[in-house]
């Protein structure tokens, strides 16, 4: 079955998109970390980490947004993907679920084109194969729901080239 023409690859550095919602692998403490978390504190300000300061944290496969500050965007979502255990720990539920809350938590504030990266698949070592499937999947069903005017844009921000290819390809294969 085709997949939604809504969503695409990019390979590049997810805090130089122009979106207005950028999605951020962090953890459960909201507080900063390395990887794509590291680069977007770095890249938002100080100003981000005050606020997210004021979130309590966040759970595992919840989501919770922020201002973008100096990112070119109106929000940044944060969500905190599964450490992967081997699979048999409810990872895939629970990565679906930080696509899934993210879409809902863009929709409610108005935002319309979102970047995402790939969560869970650095530090927290989910086989990038199998996440690329699962998001891929996850947003085209959520996109069922929502029309253009709700989302008109879902970008999969690959930041090696090996990434991207396995995003094209399962964005091509099912097309
Ligand atoms: N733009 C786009 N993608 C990026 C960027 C970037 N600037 N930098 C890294 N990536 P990771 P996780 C890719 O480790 O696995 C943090 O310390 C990276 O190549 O950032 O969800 C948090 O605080 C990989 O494909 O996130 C948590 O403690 C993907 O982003 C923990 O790491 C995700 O890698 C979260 O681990």
Not at 30 to 43: C, E, F, K, Q
Not at 67 to 89: C, E, F, S
Not at 127 to 134: I, V
């Amino acid at each position: 079955m085709a997949v939604d023409k809504r969503m695409r690859a990019i390979e590049g550095d997810i805090t130089h998109c122009t979106v207005d919602a950028i999605v951020n692998a962090a953890n459960g403490t909201l507080l900063g970390g390395s990887g794509v978390d590291g680069a977007i504190h770095r890249a938002a300000g100080r100003e981000l980490l005050a606020e997210c300061m004021t979130l309590g944290g966040c759970d595992t496969g919840e989501a919770k947004a922020t201002k973008a500050y100096r990112l070119d965007a109106r929000h940044i979502i944060h969500t905190v993907g599964p450490i992967w255990h081997g699979g048999g720990q409810g990872e895939a539920r629970k990565l679906a679920s930080c696509y899934r809350r993210c879409l809902e938590t863009a929709v409610a504030l108005g935002d319309r084109t979102i970047a995402f990266p790939a969560i869970s698949t650095g530090a927290y070592g989910y086989p990038a194969a199998e996440a690329a499937m699962l998001a891929v999947s996850t947003v085209d069903a959520c996109l069922r729901s929502y029309g253009p005017e709700t989302i008109a844009s879902v970008s999969f921000v690959c930041f090696d080239r090996r990434t991207f290819e396995m995003y094209e390809s399962v964005l091509s294969n099912k097309r």
